[in-house]
C-alpha cells in the first residue's frame, strides 16, 4: 500500500477532462494513486500514478516495464518501481487490457512519473478488454475527496 505524503496535491478537478489533438480525455483514479487517462467510447487507455502517488514514493529511479502485446489482468502487477522510498514496489494496474505501448522513455528518463506523471510519465497505454472496469474507479472529484480524508 503506498503511503500518502503531507505534500499538497494541485487539484485534479481543472485535469479531469483535457483535450489532446481534439480528443477529450478522462482520467479515472484508484485509492492506490493511480489513473487510467482514456477517451470516453475508446478502450484504449494510458496508465500511470497519480501525483499523490508520485510524491508518496519520492523519486523514482527505475521502471520495469510489462512486454508489448502482453495481457494485464486488474490487480495483477504491470511494472516494478524502484523509488527512493520503497525498493522495489509493483504496481498492479486497475484494468485488464493488452498493452499496446509500454512508454520506453521511462528507461532513460523514470523521472518522468515524478515530472508529469499524467502525462509523458504514464506507464502503459493498453487496449482496454473490460472497459467496464472503469466503472469502479474514481472521477476526479471522488479522488480528491479521498486525498482529503487521508490528510
Known sequence: M??????AVTPLARRTLSTTAGALTEY?????????????????AKVGLAPAGAIAHGPVAY?????????VEAGESVVSLECSLSAN???A???SGHVL???YSL???PSLVNDDPL????????RMTEPTQLDSLLDAAEYEAYLAQQS
Open 2 to 7: 503506498f503511503r500518502l505524503a503531507t505534500t
Open 28 to 44: 479515472k483514479f484508484t485509492k492506490d494513486h493511480l489513473y487510467v487517462a482514456h477517451t470516453p467510447g475508446s478502450t484504449v
Open 63 to 71: 521502471v520495469a516495464l510489462p512486454d508489448p502485446e502482453s495481457q
Open 89 to 91: 514496489e509493483k504496481v
Open 93 to 95: 494496474s486497475p484494468v
Open 101 to 103: 505501448a509500454p512508454n
Open 107 to 109: 528507461f532513460e528518463n
Open 119 to 126: 502525462d509523458a510519465g504514464h506507464f502503459v497505454e493498453l
